[in-house]
């Protein structure tokens, strides 16, 4: 027995679920897409069978010369994509990434400053319920409330005020591009670490599309599966090495240790065992793929997409949140449109007509985290199906026949049906051969 559909057919039937799902629903969730079939099969490869504890060239174990010319391709190649000096391609996620740079950087207690989460800060930012929040002291900056955008000004305010050990910047729900040297100037004032967490926008900043903080940042994390487009993973990157400030010295020679050595010991082994070799080998096939030319037109495009999503939002008579996009994502506040809509209501209604959206707090959010006012909508999955500014215009008008008729259960179905033949001409690749033969 050796298929999936004779040696496990409950799973087999999952799988062929969720690539149905897939194909026939809008996908606007901001942190999500559809990794080409290359990506696919690297990481659904043999190399899951191989441990390989340390790195290239040092590892726990034998047999080790493939995953070592991989590991070496993935470093190398993200290297050349971020213009960095630095790469290590084994966290397991983003939030193992942001991890290993807090292990590195902090000791439990120490202050930082991160956005908040209302206003688009991520769970790793400080967040109460999240290892970050329970060993360091967050202190939390934000938007302005009429511009809705960062308010640099108050970001030093505070920052002068809490004396930071570390800045962290970054966003899960931030529709703009951000000031990286700025807020390398605040963190300079004050004597931080700036921490840049481009999980979001790294394929957009990749192509030169949105400042990139590889040049101000100390340290720099990105996860490999949101707009890159690659497998599911943690990336971290440093710019330019430089000799670790804490006095960290190799033990035999008494040489003071670079930044590089020690985010490399903090993943490993100071938070993971063996390597996904599987998914090290994805994220290289990913990189490739970010560094050929139509990457920057399919990064432009996502751009285009969400700015033309938005307009078409606007002109429906919904707020966007600062006004609108200089990424792939956008947040809405609902209350513009009508004061009864949750997220929660919106997200699970625009489920039933195939269009998958997270619910999501807008700054200075009057609901809960459970309930909001809003939702965040991204172009990334949209465009590498092929949709392009005419798609977003049905889209936009979709989404608001909806969120108008929420009691509506044959406005559902109706645009339901719209939805699945919208998609029926733009196929998800990879998406396909799950059926049983
Ligand atoms: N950082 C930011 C800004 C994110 O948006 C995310 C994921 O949503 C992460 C980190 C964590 O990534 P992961 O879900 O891979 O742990």
Known sequence: IDTIWQNDPDVARILASEARRQRDGLELIASENY?????????????????????????????????DEVENLARDRARELFGAAYANVQP????????AVYFTFLKPGDTVLGMNLSHGGHLTHGSPVNFSGQLYRFV??????HTEMIDYEEVEAIARRENPRMITVGASAYSRAIDFSRFR????????????DIAHPAGLIAKGL??????????????????????????????????????????????????SELLDKAVVPGMQGGPLMHAVSAKAVGFRENLQPAFADYAA???????????????????????????????????????SITGKAAQETLDRAHITLNKNSVPFDDKSPLITSGVRIGTPAITTRGMGVAEMERIAGLIDQVLSNIEDEATIKRVGEEVKALCAAFPVPGADGYDQD
């Open 35 to 67: 990794v080409s079939r290359a990506v696919l099969e690297a990481q659904g490869s043999v190399l899951t069978n191989k441990y390989a504890e340390g790195y290239p060239g040092n590892r726990y174990y034998g047999g080790c010369e493939f995953v």
């Open 92 to 99: 397991h996620s983003g939030t193992q990434a942001n991890m």
């Open 140 to 145: 939390a900056y934000g938007v302005d409330p």
């Open 185 to 196: 100037q605040i963190a300079d004032a004050v004597g931080a670490y700036l921490f840049a």
């Open 210 to 259: 949105l400042p990139s903080p590889v040049p101000y940042a100390h340290v720099t994390t990105t996860t490999t599966h949101k707009t890159l487009r690659g497998p599911r993973g943690g990336l971290i990157i440093l710019g330019e090495d430089f000799e670790n400030p804490f006095g960290q010295k190799a033990a035999k020679s008494g040489r003071t240790l670079m930044m």
């Open 301 to 339: 495009q996502i751009i285009r997409n969400a700015q033309a999503l938005a307009g078409a939002l606007l002109a429906r008579g919904y707020h966007i949140i600062s006004g609108g996009t200089d990424n792939h994502l956008m947040l809405v506040d609902l209350r513009s449109k009508s004061k």
